[in-house]
């Protein structure tokens, strides 16, 4: 015989026997509380039953219900004890869309957006080379000459003092080199997936990739919520959410490669902004950022 109660059902009956008892209880004190020992002497005045010359009052033994008082527990931990073996939890059912994790060809991904550095400043033009003329080449100043010689009669003249000019102020420092930009990965020898308990203990690599898949559209089938919208107007289709796993496991930059409208690009924007840490992916032993693009597939049941 196999019972299968789930937690409403084992709620009532735990609430169906509590009320059972208190009632008994009530009864059997509302039974015996009127049987005083003033009462139960007037009722058998002049009785010579040496029962009552002792004191023992039929109406007053509460040992005569021993044995149903007995069996009446019995059942009740009999009864108790096979609803709390039959007591099953089930497990919600996700509606997974079959394929969920193929992208059709028609989805155009772009890219991944990589830092590049600042383009090099324009090269300076070349010299312009002007033609001179071959009269102004012969038309050539003779030099002048100067007579320099001097006597001892020729006076020298002090030259008057040159103002030093003042040192030019120092070059400004240059600017600082552009920040470094941890370059992201779209492809790596591990590549990262989701965290889940149960699925690190699995054997092989792929088994362990296998399972990580299922517990991630588990995740995501589980929380996502159909727009409204989209269900009256029959919208199905795929959407492409492109995001960052870092180096930390952490879920960053999520951003919209497709969308279908109708507000399923939202909701799926809304359950990958849920995901908890993943684990990350590594190149060559070190962990690094790595491009992770997920499709989410609408299909009406």
């Known amino acids: 015989m196999d019972l299968a109660f789930n937690g409403s059902t084992l709620l009532g009956l735990v609430i169906g026997v509590v009320v059972l008892v208190i009632a008994v209880i009530l009864f059997l004190r509302n039974k015996f509380g009127g049987n005083s020992p003033e009462s139960l002497a007037a009722l058998y005045e002049g009785n010579d039953s040496p029962l009552l010359k002792r004191g023992k009052y039929p109406e007053a033994d509460a040992f005569r219900w021993s044995n149903t008082f007995l069996l009446g527990g019995l059942a009740l931990s009999f009864l108790l004890t096979v609803l709390a073996f039959s007591w099953t939890t089930f497990e919600e059912k996700v509606f997974i869309p079959e394929g969920a994790m193929e992208m059709d060809d028609d989805i155009m991904i772009e890219p991944p957006r990589t830092a590049e550095p600042p383009p090099p400043p ?112 029959g919208v199905e289709g795929t959407v492409v959410i492109r995001f960052v796993v870092d180096k930390n496991g952490n879920v960053k930059e999520p951003e919209i490669l497709r969308d279908i409208k109708a507000g399923c690009g939202a909701e799926a924007m809304r359950v990958v902004n849920m995901m908890p840490k993943w684990k990350p992916g590594k190149q060559r032993g070190r962990t690094v950022p790595v491009y992770f693009n997920l499709p989410v597939k609408f299909k009406l049941e």
């Open 122 to 233: 324009p090269p300076p033009p070349p010299p312009v080379i002007e033609e001179v003329p071959e009269e102004e080449l012969l038309e050539e100043d003779e030099p002048e000459f100067v007579d320099q010689s001097i006597d001892e009669e020729t006076v020298v003249e002090e030259p008057e003092p040159v103002e030093e000019a003042p040192p030019p102020p120092p070059p400004p420092p240059p600017p600082p080199p552009p920040p470094e930009v941890e370059e992201i990965f779209k492809v790596v020898e591990d590549m990262p997936r989701f965290l889940s308990a149960d699925c690190e203990s699995k054997g092989s690599k792929e088994e362990i990739k296998a399972c990580a898949q299922g517990e991630m559209l588990k995740f995501i089938y589980k929380n996502i919520k159909y727009p409204p919208i989209a269900r009256e107007n």
